[in-house]
């Protein structure tokens, strides 16, 4: 059974810094997508960041130079740094995998939520101004 568990949520100041990470079970930790996705009160569900597992990354607009990705593969855990946290970054973050591709399957990760098959039960991030 595939679970993904994260933590690390809480409530900053405008500025301030988190670090928000997701624990992977139940399938091989390899030639995946991970990522997180985030949803604000009355907004839609968005991408954040992606990363698959030789440790490309790829970050929306909003986020980068501020959020950063990185993964400890032996732990199975992604981990997601974030900088200079604005009221604007205020959602319950969620983490997402696809699974394990295919060995022959070429993929590229990003924002496509059909492409995660699992999801945590989120965490919440508050940044107060």
């Known amino acids: 059974q595939v679970q993904l568990v994260e933590s690390g949520g809480g409530s900053v100041q405008t500025g301030g810094s988190l670090r928000l990470a997701c624990t992977a079970s139940g399938y091989t930790y390899a030639r995946h997508c991970m990522g997180w996705f985030r949803q604000a009160p009355g907004k839609e569900r968005e991408g954040v960041a992606f990363?698959?597992?030789?440790?490309?990354?790829t970050y929306v607009d909003s986020v980068k130079g501020r959020f950063s990705l990185t993964q400890d593969n032996a732990k199975r855990i992604l981990y997601l740094q974030m900088d200079n946290l604005k009221p604007e970054d205020t959602a319950m973050y969620y983490c997402?995998?696809?699974?394990?591709?295919?060995?022959?399957?070429?993929?590229?990760?990003?924002?496509?939520?059909?492409?995660?098959?699992?999801w945590g039960r989120g965490t919440q991030v508050t940044v107060s101004s």
């Open positions: 990363i698959d597992s030789v440790n490309v990354t």
């Open positions: 997402a995998s696809t699974g394990s591709f295919r060995a022959w399957v070429e993929y590229t990760c990003g924002p496509e939520e059909s492409r995660y098959n699992y």
